[in-house]
């Protein structure tokens, strides 16, 4: 029993000052800490960034069964190319196109949103949103007007 206790206390001994060299060894250095950086250690100074002319489009009133077209045009303001991995919309009655391509810093593109007016009435919005290799990765564009019923008020 003797031998027992001291093997035991030998071994915390052992494992607490690993322990406490483990956490000596981890501390962080907030004064060279890049505060630009995202989770993956990537600086975001140096990523894609994309600015739109314009984020909620007014389409104002159209008749109920028209198909309206807007293109939401965007610029590429960071210092990577910008990639688009995919758009979707809030309803089916949205398709969302938008440029497979990578778009280079600084050259613009546009994300060309149909919406189908069929069955819908009176005040709508609907949303685009935009999956990219910008931080953060989640954008969205938005439009919004009336539909008017055909014989309607």
């Known amino acids: 029993m003797k031998y027992f206790l001291c093997v035991c206390a030998l071994f915390g001994m052992m494992f607490f000052s690993q322990c406490d060299n483990l956490f000596k060894n981890k501390k962080m250095n907030t004064g060279t800490m890049n505060n630009n950086a995202i989770p993956d250690g990537t600086n975001s100074d140096v990523m894609a960034d994309m600015k739109f002319e314009e984020e909620n489009h007014d389409f104002g009133t159209i008749q109920q069964g028209e ?6 045009k965007f610029t590429n303001t960071g210092k990577s190319d910008l990639i688009i991995n ?3 919309a809030s309803c089916g009655c949205t398709i969302p196109n938008w440029p497979k391509q990578p778009i280079r810093s600084g050259e613009s593109g546009y994300i ?3 919406f189908d007016s069929n069955g819908k009435q009176n005040e709508i919005t609907k949303e685009v ?12 564009v938005m439009f919004h007007g009336v539909v008017k019923v055909v014989g309607g008020k």
Do not use: E, H, L, W
Request: with cysteine.
């Open 67 to 72: 198909v309206i077209n807007f293109s939401y």
């Open 86 to 88: 995919n758009c979707t």
């Open 112 to 114: 060309d949103v149909q």
């Open 129 to 140: 949103f935009i999956s990219t290799n910008c931080v953060p990765a989640a954008r969205k």
